[in-house]
């Protein structure tokens, strides 16, 4: 079989043959070698309940964890072959990272977190924050603080600083998961909205399922390996 990552059409995200083992008494294995490509525009969402493995498949794939076993490519980029400090350099040109958890900045306006990325690789395009502020219903807010946003305006932001750079993929990790069902469907659908036009790919995980639609893929994790679901 030719893996997909040698074809002449590479996947933005692929990994084969994953496992992932945390030491414990008895050790626990989450990930039982997970296999997963996506292409570009595609969205693909991975479901199961809290404690299958998710998080842990995610940081995988962002280059935020290593691989006990296994191969992560981000196209032609051999992720698990690289030190943290080269990934860090990488990370925010190939992947945009959206947590249960904003992880804003207090002490920076909206603006000055939605061009965050840009301020730390020296690629600041104000611009471009105005740009995402916009698209995300926060233009009126780009000089207030963090502090002073609802939950669901929050997470907003975090869409748009995950999208700054442009990244070909946008990973999310249960991004409604801290917000009510009316404001989980707004940032889900913002952000399924704002990848769809840009042909963004989106990998999202949620133990969520009546929130997740208009997507291309859904997988269950379950056992630590991917089931592929109609």
């Given at each position: 079989m030719v893996l997909p990552y040698y074809s002449a059409m590479r996947p933005l995200i692929c990994c084969k043959d994953l496992h992932r083992t945390y030491e414990s008494t008895p050790p626990l294995q989450v990930l039982k070698g997970v296999d997963f490509t996506v292409g570009r525009g595609e969205i693909a969402v991975i479901l199961g309940p809290s404690g299958t493995g998710k998080s842990t498949l995610m940081h995988l794939l962002a280059g935020l964890d290593t691989p006990d076993h296994g191969e992560i490519w981000w196209e032609s980029?051999?992720?698990?072959?690289?030190?943290?400090q080269k990934l860090a350099r990488l990370r925010s040109k190939h992947v945009g990272l959206v947590f249960q958890q904003h992880y804003l900045l207090e002490d920076l306006t909206?603006?000055?977190?939605a061009t965050l990325p840009g301020r730390l690789t020296g690629e600041l395009e104000i611009q471009r924050g105005e740009v995402l502020l916009e698209a995300v219903g926060l233009s009126q807010r780009s000089s207030a603080y963090p502090k002073t946003l609802s939950g669901g305006e929050k997470q907003r932001l975090a869409v748009?600083?995950?999208?700054y750079h442009r990244p070909p993929v946008v990973l999310a990790d249960?991004?409604?998961?801290?917000?009510?069902r009316g404001n989980a469907r707004v940032v889900y659908q913002l952000l399924v909205d704002l990848c769809r036009e840009d042909d963004t790919s989106v990998v999202m995980v949620t133990h969520d399922e009546a929130l997740v639609d208009e997507v291309d893929r859904k997988f269950n994790l379950i056992d630590g390996v991917l089931v592929p679901l109609d």
């Amino acid at each position: 079989m030719v893996l997909p990552y040698y074809s002449a059409m590479r996947p933005l995200i692929c990994c084969k043959d994953l496992h992932r083992t945390y030491e414990s008494t008895p050790p626990l294995q989450v990930l039982k070698g997970v296999d997963f490509t996506v292409g570009r525009g595609e969205i693909a969402v991975i479901l199961g309940p809290s404690g299958t493995g998710k998080s842990t498949l995610m940081h995988l794939l962002a280059g935020l964890d290593t691989p006990d076993h296994g191969e992560i490519w981000w196209e032609s980029l051999p992720v698990h072959t690289y030190r943290p400090q080269k990934l860090a350099r990488l990370r925010s040109k190939h992947v945009g990272l959206v947590f249960q958890q904003h992880y804003l900045l207090e002490d920076l306006t909206v603006l000055e977190n939605a061009t965050l990325p840009g301020r730390l690789t020296g690629e600041l395009e104000i611009q471009r924050g105005e740009v995402l502020l916009e698209a995300v219903g926060l233009s009126q807010r780009s000089s207030a603080y963090p502090k002073t946003l609802s939950g669901g305006e929050k997470q907003r932001l975090a869409v748009a600083r995950a999208l700054y750079h442009r990244p070909p993929v946008v990973l999310a990790d249960e991004p409604t998961g801290s917000l009510d069902r009316g404001n989980a469907r707004v940032v889900y659908q913002l952000l399924v909205d704002l990848c769809r036009e840009d042909d963004t790919s989106v990998v999202m995980v949620t133990h969520d399922e009546a929130l997740v639609d208009e997507v291309d893929r859904k997988f269950n994790l379950i056992d630590g390996v991917l089931v592929p679901l109609d």
